[in-house]
Protein backbone atom coordinates (compact mmCIF):
# COMPACT_ATOMS: atom_id res chain seq x y z
CA UNK A 1 0.00 0.00 0.00
CA UNK A 2 1.53 3.62 -1.17
CA UNK A 3 1.90 7.01 1.29
CA UNK A 4 -0.28 9.35 0.92
CA UNK A 5 2.66 11.72 0.72
CA UNK A 6 3.83 9.43 -2.30
CA UNK A 7 0.99 9.25 -4.01
CA UNK A 8 0.63 13.03 -4.03
CA UNK A 9 4.03 13.31 -4.86
CA UNK A 10 3.11 10.93 -7.70
CA UNK A 11 0.04 13.30 -8.97
CA UNK A 12 2.27 16.37 -8.54
CA UNK A 13 5.26 14.83 -11.38
CA UNK A 14 2.54 13.98 -13.66
CA UNK A 15 0.87 17.23 -13.72
CA UNK A 16 4.60 18.87 -14.41
CA UNK A 17 5.85 19.92 -17.69
CA UNK A 18 8.53 18.40 -19.47
CA UNK A 19 10.59 21.61 -19.14
CA UNK A 20 10.22 21.62 -15.61
CA UNK A 21 11.60 18.38 -14.83
CA UNK A 22 14.95 18.81 -16.75
CA UNK A 23 15.27 22.17 -14.64
CA UNK A 24 14.52 20.15 -11.23
CA UNK A 25 17.12 17.20 -12.59
CA UNK A 26 19.40 20.00 -13.65
CA UNK A 27 19.22 21.58 -10.41
CA UNK A 28 19.49 18.11 -8.47
CA UNK A 29 22.81 17.61 -10.19
CA UNK A 30 24.39 20.55 -10.07
CA UNK A 31 24.01 20.36 -6.36
CA UNK A 32 25.12 17.16 -6.03
CA UNK A 33 28.41 17.71 -8.10
CA UNK A 34 28.82 20.73 -5.86
CA UNK A 35 28.35 19.22 -2.64
CA UNK A 36 31.03 16.45 -3.43
CA UNK A 37 33.38 18.90 -4.63
CA UNK A 38 32.89 20.58 -1.71
CA UNK A 39 33.01 17.71 0.88
CA UNK A 40 36.07 16.77 -1.11
CA UNK A 41 37.81 19.42 -0.82
CA UNK A 42 36.79 20.02 3.00
CA UNK A 43 38.53 16.63 3.24
CA UNK A 44 41.67 17.67 1.82
CA UNK A 45 42.06 21.12 3.33
CA UNK A 46 41.75 19.95 6.70
CA UNK A 47 43.96 22.21 8.99
CA UNK A 48 46.64 20.37 10.69
CA UNK A 49 45.96 22.19 14.82
CA UNK A 50 43.76 20.06 16.91
CA UNK A 51 40.47 19.00 15.57
CA UNK A 52 37.96 20.95 16.42
CA UNK A 53 34.59 19.89 18.54
CA UNK A 54 31.54 18.32 16.78
CA UNK A 55 29.35 21.05 17.14
CA UNK A 56 31.70 23.33 15.58
CA UNK A 57 31.98 21.15 12.69
CA UNK A 58 27.97 20.52 11.98
CA UNK A 59 27.49 24.56 12.14
CA UNK A 60 30.52 24.88 9.69
CA UNK A 61 28.91 22.14 7.39
CA UNK A 62 25.16 24.19 8.22
CA UNK A 63 26.90 27.29 6.62
CA UNK A 64 28.54 25.84 3.33
CA UNK A 65 25.30 24.38 2.62
CA UNK A 66 23.42 27.58 3.24
CA UNK A 67 26.01 29.21 1.11
CA UNK A 68 25.88 26.61 -1.55
CA UNK A 69 21.97 26.71 -1.67
CA UNK A 70 22.24 30.56 -2.06
CA UNK A 71 24.69 30.81 -4.81
CA UNK A 72 23.07 28.52 -6.93
CA UNK A 73 19.56 30.32 -6.02
CA UNK A 74 21.02 33.23 -7.64
CA UNK A 75 22.81 31.76 -11.04
CA UNK A 76 19.83 29.67 -11.44
CA UNK A 77 17.48 32.82 -11.03
CA UNK A 78 19.68 35.03 -13.66
CA UNK A 79 20.32 32.13 -16.09
CA UNK A 80 17.75 29.46 -15.96
CA UNK A 81 19.28 27.95 -18.95
CA UNK A 82 22.91 28.34 -18.02
CA UNK A 83 23.01 30.05 -22.24
CA UNK A 84 25.02 33.17 -20.26
CA UNK A 85 28.35 31.25 -19.38
CA UNK A 86 28.11 28.90 -22.42
CA UNK A 87 27.34 31.74 -24.30
CA UNK A 88 30.35 33.87 -22.71
CA UNK A 89 32.66 30.80 -23.38
CA UNK A 90 31.67 30.70 -26.69
CA UNK A 91 32.37 34.12 -27.52
CA UNK A 92 35.80 33.62 -26.01
CA UNK A 93 36.30 30.89 -27.54
CA UNK A 94 35.08 32.74 -31.26
CA UNK A 95 37.50 35.63 -30.48
CA UNK A 96 40.22 33.19 -30.34
CA UNK A 97 39.44 31.36 -33.21
CA UNK A 98 39.12 34.44 -35.56
CA UNK A 99 42.32 35.65 -34.05
CA UNK A 100 44.34 32.58 -34.60
CA UNK A 101 42.38 32.14 -38.29
CA UNK A 102 43.34 35.98 -39.10
CA UNK A 103 47.33 35.36 -37.81
CA UNK A 104 47.43 32.42 -39.65
CA UNK A 105 45.97 33.86 -43.00
CA UNK A 106 48.68 36.98 -42.63
CA UNK A 107 51.47 34.65 -42.27
CA UNK A 108 50.46 32.62 -45.26
CA UNK A 109 50.09 35.81 -47.24
CA UNK A 110 53.52 37.54 -45.60
CA UNK A 111 55.29 33.99 -46.84
CA UNK A 112 54.32 34.21 -50.54
CA UNK A 113 55.52 37.72 -50.67
CA UNK A 114 59.08 36.70 -49.66
CA UNK A 115 61.63 34.75 -51.55
CA UNK A 116 61.05 31.08 -51.42
CA UNK A 117 63.48 28.55 -51.16
CA UNK A 118 64.15 27.12 -54.65
CA UNK A 119 66.86 26.82 -57.25
CA UNK A 120 66.25 30.19 -58.09
CA UNK A 121 66.70 32.03 -55.25
CA UNK A 122 69.42 29.77 -53.57
CA UNK A 123 71.48 30.51 -56.86
CA UNK A 124 71.04 34.32 -56.14
CA UNK A 125 71.42 34.32 -52.61
CA UNK A 126 73.78 31.43 -52.58
CA UNK A 127 72.66 29.06 -49.40
CA UNK A 128 69.56 28.33 -47.69
CA UNK A 129 70.88 30.67 -45.01
CA UNK A 130 71.65 33.75 -47.34
CA UNK A 131 67.59 32.85 -48.40
CA UNK A 132 66.56 33.37 -44.91
CA UNK A 133 68.33 36.54 -44.32
CA UNK A 134 66.75 37.80 -47.80
CA UNK A 135 63.33 36.78 -45.67
CA UNK A 136 64.21 38.87 -42.57
CA UNK A 137 64.97 41.18 -44.32
CA UNK A 138 61.94 42.00 -46.60
CA UNK A 139 60.21 41.38 -43.04
CA UNK A 140 62.35 43.91 -41.33
CA UNK A 141 60.81 47.09 -43.66
CA UNK A 142 57.25 46.42 -42.21
CA UNK A 143 55.28 47.50 -44.61
CA UNK A 144 54.29 45.04 -47.15
CA UNK A 145 56.94 44.59 -50.11
CA UNK A 146 56.92 41.88 -52.74
CA UNK A 147 59.92 40.16 -53.05
CA UNK A 148 60.84 39.94 -57.14
CA UNK A 149 61.60 36.05 -56.13
CA UNK A 150 58.33 35.24 -54.29
CA UNK A 151 55.98 33.00 -55.15
CA UNK A 152 53.41 35.16 -55.19
CA UNK A 153 55.35 37.48 -58.17
CA UNK A 154 56.10 34.44 -60.15
CA UNK A 155 52.46 33.34 -60.25
CA UNK A 156 51.41 36.86 -60.81
CA UNK A 157 53.51 37.29 -63.58
CA UNK A 158 52.56 33.83 -65.20
CA UNK A 159 48.66 35.26 -65.07
CA UNK A 160 49.76 39.35 -66.27
CA UNK A 161 52.22 37.11 -69.04
CA UNK A 162 49.16 35.30 -70.71
CA UNK A 163 46.68 38.34 -70.13
CA UNK A 164 48.94 40.15 -71.89
CA UNK A 165 49.00 37.91 -74.63
CA UNK A 166 45.02 37.74 -74.84
CA UNK A 167 44.91 41.76 -74.78
CA UNK A 168 47.34 42.14 -77.84
CA UNK A 169 45.64 38.85 -79.62
CA UNK A 170 41.82 40.32 -78.98
CA UNK A 171 42.10 43.98 -78.79
CA UNK A 172 42.79 44.76 -82.39
CA UNK A 173 40.68 41.79 -83.39
CA UNK A 174 37.82 42.91 -81.57
CA UNK A 175 38.04 46.71 -82.62
CA UNK A 176 38.66 46.19 -85.86
CA UNK A 177 35.95 43.51 -87.11
CA UNK A 178 33.00 43.97 -84.69
CA UNK A 179 31.23 47.58 -84.92
CA UNK A 180 29.50 46.98 -81.69
CA UNK A 181 32.13 47.65 -78.23
CA UNK A 182 29.27 47.61 -75.95
CA UNK A 183 28.14 44.38 -75.82
CA UNK A 184 28.21 42.46 -72.54
CA UNK A 185 30.92 40.14 -73.19
CA UNK A 186 33.48 42.47 -74.85
CA UNK A 187 32.62 45.00 -71.76
CA UNK A 188 33.32 42.45 -69.32
CA UNK A 189 36.72 41.48 -70.87
CA UNK A 190 38.23 44.98 -71.13
CA UNK A 191 36.93 45.58 -67.47
CA UNK A 192 38.45 42.82 -65.88
CA UNK A 193 41.90 43.56 -68.06
CA UNK A 194 41.77 46.86 -66.97
CA UNK A 195 41.36 46.72 -63.34
CA UNK A 196 43.78 43.68 -63.62
CA UNK A 197 46.26 45.87 -65.26
CA UNK A 198 46.02 48.55 -62.43
CA UNK A 199 46.58 46.59 -59.84
CA UNK A 200 49.76 45.28 -61.50
CA UNK A 201 50.42 49.06 -61.56
CA UNK A 202 49.94 49.37 -57.60
CA UNK A 203 52.02 45.69 -56.98
CA UNK A 204 55.23 47.43 -59.44
CA UNK A 205 55.28 50.24 -56.62
CA UNK A 206 55.48 47.74 -53.76
CA UNK A 207 57.79 45.08 -55.93
CA UNK A 208 61.84 45.08 -54.88
CA UNK A 209 64.26 45.85 -57.83
CA UNK A 210 67.28 43.50 -58.87
CA UNK A 211 70.40 45.67 -58.21
CA UNK A 212 74.34 45.22 -58.91
CA UNK A 213 75.95 42.17 -56.97
CA UNK A 214 72.69 40.16 -56.27
CA UNK A 215 71.08 43.05 -54.02
CA UNK A 216 67.49 43.58 -53.94
CA UNK A 217 66.29 47.00 -53.65
CA UNK A 218 63.56 46.60 -51.28
CA UNK A 219 63.17 50.53 -50.07
CA UNK A 220 59.54 51.75 -50.88
CA UNK A 221 61.11 55.20 -51.75
CA UNK A 222 63.65 54.29 -54.54
CA UNK A 223 60.98 51.71 -55.80
CA UNK A 224 58.83 54.33 -56.02
CA UNK A 225 61.33 57.03 -57.62
CA UNK A 226 62.55 54.42 -59.78
CA UNK A 227 59.34 53.46 -61.37
CA UNK A 228 57.98 56.91 -62.04
CA UNK A 229 61.17 57.20 -63.70
CA UNK A 230 60.81 54.81 -66.14
CA UNK A 231 57.87 52.81 -66.75
CA UNK A 232 55.29 54.42 -65.06
CA UNK A 233 53.88 56.48 -67.40
CA UNK A 234 53.67 54.27 -70.07
CA UNK A 235 51.77 51.47 -68.00
CA UNK A 236 49.76 54.11 -66.75
CA UNK A 237 48.51 55.08 -70.22
CA UNK A 238 47.96 51.72 -71.51
CA UNK A 239 45.72 51.01 -68.44
CA UNK A 240 43.60 53.77 -68.04
CA UNK A 241 39.95 52.79 -69.99
CA UNK A 242 40.29 56.12 -72.00
CA UNK A 243 37.45 55.46 -74.11
CA UNK A 244 35.05 54.24 -71.91
CA UNK A 245 36.08 57.45 -70.08
CA UNK A 246 35.76 59.47 -73.40
CA UNK A 247 32.04 57.83 -73.60
CA UNK A 248 30.51 59.13 -70.62
CA UNK A 249 32.11 62.52 -70.80
CA UNK A 250 30.06 62.95 -74.30
CA UNK A 251 27.08 60.98 -73.38
CA UNK A 252 25.05 64.33 -72.48
CA UNK A 253 25.55 66.66 -75.34
CA UNK A 254 24.73 63.26 -77.57
CA UNK A 255 21.08 63.10 -76.41
CA UNK A 256 21.11 67.09 -76.21
CA UNK A 257 21.71 67.81 -79.95
CA UNK A 258 19.88 67.18 -83.03
CA UNK A 259 19.16 63.69 -84.50
CA UNK A 260 21.01 64.23 -87.72
CA UNK A 261 24.02 66.24 -85.95
CA UNK A 262 23.88 63.52 -83.03
CA UNK A 263 24.15 61.12 -85.68
CA UNK A 264 27.18 62.39 -87.52
CA UNK A 265 29.21 62.74 -83.83
CA UNK A 266 28.31 59.58 -82.48
CA UNK A 267 29.91 57.95 -85.74
CA UNK A 268 32.91 60.36 -84.80
CA UNK A 269 33.00 59.55 -81.22
CA UNK A 270 32.65 55.65 -82.09
CA UNK A 271 35.60 55.28 -84.98
CA UNK A 272 37.77 58.19 -82.09
CA UNK A 273 37.33 55.58 -79.41
CA UNK A 274 38.20 52.48 -81.47
CA UNK A 275 41.76 54.58 -81.95
CA UNK A 276 41.70 55.23 -78.07
CA UNK A 277 41.42 51.57 -77.54
CA UNK A 278 44.81 51.29 -79.59
CA UNK A 279 46.52 52.69 -76.50
CA UNK A 280 45.81 49.80 -74.52
CA UNK A 281 48.61 47.97 -77.35
CA UNK A 282 51.22 49.58 -75.41
CA UNK A 283 51.05 46.89 -73.26
CA UNK A 284 53.59 45.36 -75.79
CA UNK A 285 55.89 46.96 -73.46
CA UNK A 286 55.18 45.17 -70.49
CA UNK A 287 55.24 41.66 -72.34
CA UNK A 288 58.73 42.32 -73.67
CA UNK A 289 59.72 43.05 -69.91
CA UNK A 290 58.17 40.20 -68.38
CA UNK A 291 59.82 38.04 -70.85
CA UNK A 292 63.29 39.68 -70.25
CA UNK A 293 62.83 39.62 -66.88
CA UNK A 294 62.56 35.93 -67.40
CA UNK A 295 65.20 35.55 -69.37
CA UNK A 296 67.57 36.76 -66.26
CA UNK A 297 65.35 34.84 -63.65
CA UNK A 298 66.29 31.23 -65.50
CA UNK A 299 69.97 32.73 -66.55
CA UNK A 300 69.12 31.98 -70.39
CA UNK A 301 72.60 33.53 -71.43
CA UNK A 302 74.81 31.61 -74.26
CA UNK A 303 73.05 28.25 -73.82
CA UNK A 304 71.08 26.37 -77.09
CA UNK A 305 67.81 26.67 -74.61
CA UNK A 306 68.47 30.23 -74.52
CA UNK A 307 68.82 30.60 -78.00
CA UNK A 308 65.94 28.63 -79.09
CA UNK A 309 63.45 30.73 -76.46
CA UNK A 310 64.43 33.99 -78.52
CA UNK A 311 64.06 32.36 -81.99
CA UNK A 312 60.57 31.29 -80.76
CA UNK A 313 59.85 35.00 -79.13
CA UNK A 314 61.00 36.70 -82.37
CA UNK A 315 58.69 34.05 -84.68
CA UNK A 316 55.99 34.99 -81.85
CA UNK A 317 56.18 38.57 -82.10
CA UNK A 318 56.48 38.88 -86.17
CA UNK A 319 53.45 37.01 -86.27
CA UNK A 320 52.11 39.33 -83.64
CA UNK A 321 52.72 42.18 -85.83
CA UNK A 322 51.53 40.75 -89.14
CA UNK A 323 48.24 40.38 -87.07
CA UNK A 324 48.10 43.90 -86.18
CA UNK A 325 49.20 44.84 -89.81
CA UNK A 326 45.81 42.43 -90.88
CA UNK A 327 44.17 44.59 -88.32
CA UNK A 328 45.56 48.04 -89.73
CA UNK A 329 45.07 47.21 -93.22
CA UNK A 330 41.41 46.75 -92.91
CA UNK A 331 40.86 49.29 -90.14
CA UNK A 332 41.79 52.45 -91.82
CA UNK A 333 39.67 52.17 -94.82
CA UNK A 334 37.25 51.51 -92.11
CA UNK A 335 37.36 54.74 -90.65
CA UNK A 336 37.13 56.18 -94.23
CA UNK A 337 34.13 54.50 -94.58
CA UNK A 338 35.28 52.11 -97.22
CA UNK A 339 36.55 54.88 -100.16
CA UNK A 340 35.69 52.88 -103.78
CA UNK A 341 39.45 52.78 -104.29
CA UNK A 342 39.94 50.79 -101.65
CA UNK A 343 41.15 47.15 -101.40
CA UNK A 344 38.35 46.43 -99.38
CA UNK A 345 35.44 47.40 -101.62
CA UNK A 346 37.36 46.05 -104.94
CA UNK A 347 37.44 42.37 -103.77
CA UNK A 348 33.37 43.45 -102.32
CA UNK A 349 34.50 42.71 -98.51
CA UNK A 350 32.42 45.69 -97.08
CA UNK A 351 29.30 43.29 -96.01
CA UNK A 352 31.42 40.38 -95.77
CA UNK A 353 31.74 38.24 -92.39
CA UNK A 354 34.58 38.84 -90.13
CA UNK A 355 36.48 35.96 -90.55
CA UNK A 356 36.09 36.52 -94.75
CA UNK A 357 37.46 39.77 -94.02
CA UNK A 358 40.22 38.73 -91.57
CA UNK A 359 41.85 36.37 -93.70
CA UNK A 360 42.42 38.56 -96.51
CA UNK A 361 43.23 41.54 -94.78
CA UNK A 362 46.00 38.88 -93.29
CA UNK A 363 46.94 37.63 -96.39
CA UNK A 364 47.40 41.63 -97.63
CA UNK A 365 49.93 41.99 -94.35
CA UNK A 366 51.86 39.36 -95.05
CA UNK A 367 52.42 39.89 -99.05
CA UNK A 368 53.51 43.29 -98.00
CA UNK A 369 55.21 41.91 -95.65
CA UNK A 370 57.02 39.22 -97.23
CA UNK A 371 57.62 41.54 -100.36
CA UNK A 372 56.50 38.77 -102.29
CA UNK A 373 53.09 41.02 -103.86
CA UNK A 374 49.83 42.96 -103.90
CA UNK A 375 47.74 40.70 -103.44
CA UNK A 376 44.37 40.49 -106.07
CA UNK A 377 44.95 44.55 -106.91
CA UNK A 378 47.85 46.65 -106.54
CA UNK A 379 47.40 49.66 -104.20
CA UNK A 380 45.72 52.64 -106.05
CA UNK A 381 44.59 55.12 -103.53
CA UNK A 382 47.27 56.86 -101.08
CA UNK A 383 45.72 55.04 -98.47
CA UNK A 384 46.48 51.46 -99.33
CA UNK A 385 50.23 52.69 -100.84
CA UNK A 386 51.29 54.19 -97.35
CA UNK A 387 49.76 51.40 -95.61
CA UNK A 388 51.48 49.11 -98.08
CA UNK A 389 54.55 50.87 -97.48
CA UNK A 390 54.74 50.79 -93.61
CA UNK A 391 54.15 47.22 -94.33
CA UNK A 392 57.35 46.42 -96.63
CA UNK A 393 59.71 48.61 -93.74
CA UNK A 394 58.24 46.31 -90.98
CA UNK A 395 58.68 43.59 -92.51
CA UNK A 396 62.04 44.06 -93.76
CA UNK A 397 63.20 45.02 -90.56
CA UNK A 398 61.58 41.84 -89.21
CA UNK A 399 62.97 39.68 -91.52
CA UNK A 400 66.23 40.48 -90.48
CA UNK A 401 65.91 40.32 -87.11
CA UNK A 402 64.90 36.56 -88.14
CA UNK A 403 68.54 36.41 -89.87
CA UNK A 404 70.45 38.02 -87.00
CA UNK A 405 69.07 35.73 -84.27
CA UNK A 406 69.15 32.66 -86.71
CA UNK A 407 72.57 33.43 -87.62
CA UNK A 408 73.50 33.35 -83.77
CA UNK A 409 71.69 30.10 -83.59
CA UNK A 410 73.64 28.58 -85.25
CA UNK A 411 76.78 29.69 -84.55
CA UNK A 412 75.83 29.13 -80.89
CA UNK A 413 74.77 25.43 -81.46
CA UNK A 414 78.22 24.36 -82.59
CA UNK A 415 80.54 26.92 -80.88
CA UNK A 416 83.78 24.42 -80.40
CA UNK A 417 83.56 23.48 -84.00
CA UNK A 418 83.38 27.67 -85.12
CA UNK A 419 86.06 28.15 -82.74
CA UNK A 420 87.93 25.22 -84.49
CA UNK A 421 87.70 26.54 -88.14
CA UNK A 422 88.70 30.24 -87.01
CA UNK A 423 91.85 28.43 -86.12
CA UNK A 424 92.62 26.69 -88.58
CA UNK A 425 92.23 29.66 -91.39
CA UNK A 426 94.83 31.26 -89.14
CA UNK A 427 97.02 28.09 -89.64
CA UNK A 428 96.31 28.00 -93.53
CA UNK A 429 96.97 31.77 -93.38
CA UNK A 430 100.36 31.11 -91.67
CA UNK A 431 100.97 28.32 -94.33
CA UNK A 432 100.27 30.09 -97.25
CA UNK A 433 102.68 33.12 -95.91
CA UNK A 434 105.82 30.56 -95.15
CA UNK A 435 105.26 28.69 -98.49
CA UNK A 436 105.55 25.71 -97.14
CA UNK A 437 105.15 22.57 -99.07
CA UNK A 438 102.62 20.54 -99.94
CA UNK A 439 103.64 17.85 -98.70
CA UNK A 440 104.25 19.12 -95.16
CA UNK A 441 100.73 21.16 -95.42
CA UNK A 442 98.83 17.72 -96.04
CA UNK A 443 100.65 16.38 -92.55
CA UNK A 444 99.17 19.64 -90.49
CA UNK A 445 96.20 19.67 -91.64
CA UNK A 446 96.13 15.84 -91.05
CA UNK A 447 97.91 16.45 -87.39
CA UNK A 448 94.71 19.35 -86.98
CA UNK A 449 91.67 16.81 -87.91
CA UNK A 450 93.71 13.78 -85.67
CA UNK A 451 94.32 16.01 -82.71
CA UNK A 452 91.45 17.94 -82.64
CA UNK A 453 88.73 16.21 -84.55
CA UNK A 454 87.15 19.10 -85.92
CA UNK A 455 86.52 20.73 -82.28
CA UNK A 456 88.93 22.86 -80.62
CA UNK A 457 88.44 23.60 -76.73
CA UNK A 458 91.02 25.47 -74.52
CA UNK A 459 90.66 22.61 -71.75
CA UNK A 460 93.86 23.93 -69.55
CA UNK A 461 91.45 26.97 -68.94
CA UNK A 462 88.24 24.95 -68.67
CA UNK A 463 89.72 22.18 -65.91
CA UNK A 464 91.72 25.25 -64.12
CA UNK A 465 88.09 27.42 -63.04
CA UNK A 466 86.83 23.66 -61.92
CA UNK A 467 86.83 22.83 -58.17
CA UNK A 468 89.53 19.71 -57.73
CA UNK A 469 87.06 17.12 -57.05
CA UNK A 470 85.46 17.63 -59.79
CA UNK A 471 88.62 17.89 -61.88
CA UNK A 472 89.95 14.93 -60.99
CA UNK A 473 86.15 13.18 -61.75
CA UNK A 474 86.40 14.97 -65.42
CA UNK A 475 89.97 13.64 -65.66
CA UNK A 476 89.48 10.05 -64.49
CA UNK A 477 86.62 9.88 -66.99
CA UNK A 478 88.41 10.89 -70.07
CA UNK A 479 91.31 8.64 -69.17
CA UNK A 480 89.21 5.68 -68.41
CA UNK A 481 89.94 3.63 -71.20
CA UNK A 482 94.22 4.19 -70.47
CA UNK A 483 93.55 3.37 -67.06
CA UNK A 484 91.78 -0.20 -68.26
CA UNK A 485 93.99 -1.14 -70.65
CA UNK A 486 96.84 -0.55 -68.54
CA UNK A 487 98.22 -3.35 -66.56
CA UNK A 488 100.23 -0.96 -64.52
CA UNK A 489 96.78 0.71 -62.71
CA UNK A 490 95.13 -2.51 -62.19
CA UNK A 491 95.90 -2.85 -58.83
CA UNK A 492 97.41 0.35 -57.19
CA UNK A 493 96.07 2.96 -54.82
CA UNK A 494 93.06 4.66 -56.49
CA UNK A 495 94.24 8.44 -55.34
CA UNK A 496 97.79 7.54 -56.98
CA UNK A 497 96.20 6.63 -60.40
CA UNK A 498 93.66 9.89 -59.91
CA UNK A 499 97.15 11.80 -58.75
CA UNK A 500 98.70 10.60 -62.50
CA UNK A 501 96.00 11.41 -64.37
CA UNK A 502 95.97 15.21 -63.38
CA UNK A 503 99.24 15.10 -64.07
CA UNK A 504 99.39 14.28 -67.89
CA UNK A 505 99.13 16.04 -71.22
CA UNK A 506 97.61 14.56 -73.79
CA UNK A 507 99.77 14.17 -77.28
CA UNK A 508 99.30 13.18 -80.63
CA UNK A 509 101.99 11.48 -83.47
CA UNK A 510 101.71 10.81 -86.97
CA UNK A 511 102.54 7.74 -88.56
CA UNK A 512 106.52 7.95 -89.06
CA UNK A 513 106.92 10.52 -85.86
CA UNK A 514 110.29 10.03 -83.45
CA UNK A 515 108.18 10.08 -80.40
CA UNK A 516 111.99 9.70 -78.65
CA UNK A 517 115.43 9.47 -80.30
CA UNK A 518 118.34 8.43 -79.15
CA UNK A 519 121.09 10.33 -77.41
CA UNK A 520 118.25 12.43 -76.10
CA UNK A 521 117.88 13.14 -72.26
CA UNK A 522 114.95 11.68 -70.68
CA UNK A 523 112.33 14.57 -69.63
CA UNK A 524 108.84 12.45 -70.54
CA UNK A 525 107.47 9.20 -70.02
CA UNK A 526 104.68 8.02 -72.43
CA UNK A 527 101.64 6.16 -71.93
CA UNK A 528 99.67 4.96 -74.99
CA UNK A 529 96.06 5.08 -75.29
CA UNK A 530 95.36 4.26 -78.52
CA UNK A 531 98.28 3.19 -81.73
CA UNK A 532 101.45 1.42 -82.27
CA UNK A 533 105.02 2.48 -81.74
CA UNK A 534 108.50 0.27 -82.39
CA UNK A 535 111.00 0.29 -80.19
CA UNK A 536 114.33 0.94 -82.29
CA UNK A 537 117.42 0.07 -79.94
CA UNK A 538 121.27 -0.14 -81.33
CA UNK A 539 122.14 -3.66 -82.41
CA UNK A 540 118.91 -5.08 -81.01
CA UNK A 541 116.00 -7.04 -82.12
CA UNK A 542 112.72 -3.98 -82.82
CA UNK A 543 110.03 -4.46 -80.50
CA UNK A 544 106.80 -3.21 -80.74
CA UNK A 545 104.25 -1.49 -78.04
CA UNK A 546 100.13 -1.04 -78.13
CA UNK A 547 97.42 0.03 -76.18
CA UNK A 548 97.75 0.19 -72.52
CA UNK A 549 102.08 -0.40 -72.56
CA UNK A 550 104.39 2.24 -71.50
CA UNK A 551 107.70 3.68 -72.03
CA UNK A 552 110.41 6.15 -71.44
CA UNK A 553 110.38 5.63 -67.25
CA UNK A 554 114.19 4.10 -67.12
CA UNK A 555 115.43 7.54 -67.99
CA UNK A 556 113.16 9.45 -65.63
CA UNK A 557 114.10 7.15 -62.74
CA UNK A 558 118.44 7.59 -63.50
CA UNK A 559 117.96 10.75 -65.33
CA UNK A 560 120.20 9.51 -68.07
CA UNK A 561 119.85 9.89 -71.61
CA UNK A 562 117.98 7.99 -74.11
CA UNK A 563 119.64 4.71 -75.69
CA UNK A 564 116.86 3.90 -77.98
CA UNK A 565 114.74 5.15 -80.28
CA UNK A 566 110.42 5.55 -80.36
CA UNK A 567 109.17 5.25 -83.51
CA UNK A 568 105.23 5.71 -84.05
CA UNK A 569 103.79 3.15 -86.84
CA UNK A 570 100.15 4.47 -86.83
CA UNK A 571 98.63 7.35 -85.48
CA UNK A 572 99.22 7.36 -82.23
CA UNK A 573 97.47 9.12 -79.26
CA UNK A 574 99.84 9.06 -75.86
CA UNK A 575 99.68 10.42 -72.82
CA UNK A 576 103.10 12.22 -71.54
CA UNK A 577 103.97 12.46 -68.18
CA UNK A 578 106.85 15.05 -67.23
CA UNK A 579 110.09 14.30 -65.09
CA UNK A 580 108.70 17.09 -62.72
CA UNK A 581 105.46 15.72 -62.21
CA UNK A 582 107.11 11.89 -62.19
CA UNK A 583 109.17 13.07 -59.46
CA UNK A 584 106.45 14.97 -57.44
CA UNK A 585 104.52 12.00 -57.20
CA UNK A 586 106.44 9.63 -56.42
CA UNK A 587 107.69 11.72 -53.84
CA UNK A 588 103.77 11.55 -52.48
CA UNK A 589 104.06 7.28 -53.04
CA UNK A 590 107.44 6.24 -52.41
CA UNK A 591 105.76 2.77 -52.68
CA UNK A 592 105.37 3.00 -56.56
CA UNK A 593 108.76 3.98 -57.10
CA UNK A 594 109.62 1.08 -55.77
CA UNK A 595 106.92 -0.70 -58.34
CA UNK A 596 108.63 0.98 -61.42
CA UNK A 597 112.33 0.53 -59.92
CA UNK A 598 111.66 -3.18 -60.02
CA UNK A 599 109.65 -3.15 -63.37
CA UNK A 600 112.41 -1.33 -65.02
CA UNK A 601 114.75 -4.25 -63.37
CA UNK A 602 113.30 -6.73 -64.75
CA UNK A 603 112.94 -5.11 -68.18
CA UNK A 604 116.53 -5.00 -68.37
CA UNK A 605 117.28 -8.60 -66.89
CA UNK A 606 115.28 -9.52 -70.04
CA UNK A 607 117.25 -8.83 -72.41
CA UNK A 608 120.44 -6.53 -73.04
CA UNK A 609 119.19 -5.65 -76.24
CA UNK A 610 116.07 -4.91 -75.63
CA UNK A 611 116.91 -2.96 -72.36
CA UNK A 612 118.04 -0.17 -74.10
CA UNK A 613 114.77 0.35 -76.10
CA UNK A 614 113.02 0.96 -72.82
CA UNK A 615 115.20 3.99 -71.59
Known amino acids: MTSPSRSIDDQRGTGESPAHKAETSR ?9 SRWRSSSQRTTPPSTPSP ?6 DISRTLFTLVKTHNDDYTADPDGSLDMGAEAEVGLDDLLQDQSTYFQKQFGSMLQPGVNKFSLRMFGSHKGVAAEQERVKSFGVWIIHPYSDFRFYWD ?4 LLMMGNLIILPWGITFFEDQNTIPWIIFNFLSDTLFLMDLVFNFRTGIPGEDSHIILDPKEIRMHYLRTWFLVDFVSSIPVDYIFLIVDLESRHESSDVYRTARALRIVRFTKILSLLRLLRLSRLIRYIHQWEEIFHM ?3 LASAVV ?3 NLIGMMLLLCHWDGCLTFMVPMLQDFPPDCWVSKNNMVNATWHIQYSYALFMAMSHM ?5 GAHPPEGMTDVWLTMISMVVGATCYAMFLGHATNLVQSLDASHRQYQEKYKQVEQYMSFHKLPADVRQRIHDYYEHRFQGKMFDEDSILGELSDPLKEEIVSYNCRGLVANMPLFANTDPHFVTVILTKLRFEVFQPGDYVIREGT ?21 ELMLSDGAYFGEICLLTQGRRTASVRADTYCRLYSLSVDDFNEVLEEHPLMRRAFESVAVERLDR ?6 AWM
Not at 27 to 35: D, I, Q, V
Not at 522 to 539: L, S
Not at 607 to 612: E, F, K, M, R, Y
Open 27 to 35: YRSWSSLRF
Open 54 to 59: KTEKRS
Open 158 to 161: IVML
Open 301 to 303: TYD
Open 310 to 312: RIV
Open 370 to 374: LCIGY
Open 521 to 541: LGRKMYFIQHGTVTIIPRGSK
Open 607 to 612: SHGVQS
